[in-house]
């Protein structure tokens, strides 16, 4: 069975501060999606990652796919409270979706 | 609005009872799916509809599930004699799925909180 694990399960940090958070399986994945999920929302696609070493930006948001393609990570720079929200991973062919990074950024 | 919609958006019942959520996608999506998610969770896999095909079932799915999609469009997800562990968020999602792409990006409704008294 093919599982995402997310981590930290939890960050709370203060408006300015950078942060990363990381996405991992023991399994080999042909591609990687990044969702937000905000309060009382369904989740909302942020990037598709496909090639082994891909690095994507999107405004202040980077995200790499490992070379193994294993592992994600999403970098967050100068965090700003409109970035507060449950990270999720999920894998882009298969319906498996990580355990979620509860982000809060404190003003 | 022309985003996924569902129906209804809170939903609170007794243990034992039925209860039927609806969730209508983006009108030229092809793939449907249903989710379930407790808080602090990522979503978890139920089922998905390829037009009025269901494809796959997870294993959390029980008996006491079922979900439908007649005529490929809306589709209803049922749960009968409901359990206290019922209570999540229902998520429906639907996307468009070309043969040729092995990924899409998949378009959520709102969820449908249930609580299971």
């Known amino acids: 069975t093919q599982l995402l694990e997310q981590s930290p399960q939890f960050l709370s940090i203060q408006e300015g501060e950078n942060l990363t958070v990381y996405c991992n399986s023991s399994s080999v994945f042909s591609s990687l999606q990044w969702y937000r999920q905000e309060p009382g929302e369904g989740p909302v696609l942020l990037v598709t990652?496909?090639?082994?070493?891909e690095v994507k930006k999107l405004k202040r948001l980077t995200f790499q796919f490992g070379d193994a393609r294993k592992d994600s990570s999403l970098h967050i720079t100068a965090a700003q409270p409109g970035d507060t929200g449950l990270y999720l991973c999920?894998?882009?062919?298969?319906?498996?979706f990580g355990s979620g990074t509860r982000l809060s950024i404190r003003p | 609005d022309t985003g996924v919609s569902q129906d209804p958006r809170h939903k609170i019942t007794k243990r034992g009872q039925n209860v039927t959520f609806r969730c209508d996608p983006i009108s030229e999506h092809n793939r449907l799916y249903w989710y379930r998610q407790t808080l602090g969770q990522g979503p978890e896999f139920l089922t998905y509809?390829?037009?009025?095909?269901?494809?796959?079932k997870s294993r959390l799915l029980s008996d006491r599930f079922s979900a439908e999609r007649p005529k490929g469009s809306f589709s209803t997800l049922e749960i009968q004699r409901t359990e206290q562990g019922d209570s999540a968020m229902y998520l429906c999602a639907s996307s468009f799925q070309t043969s040729g792409s092995s990924y899409n990006e998949q378009f959520f409704g709102p969820g449908t909180r249930l609580t299971v008294l």
């Open positions: 509809f390829q037009n009025e095909a269901q494809l796959e």
């Open positions: 990652v496909v090639t082994g070493g």
């Open positions: 999920k894998s882009a062919s298969k319906i498996i």
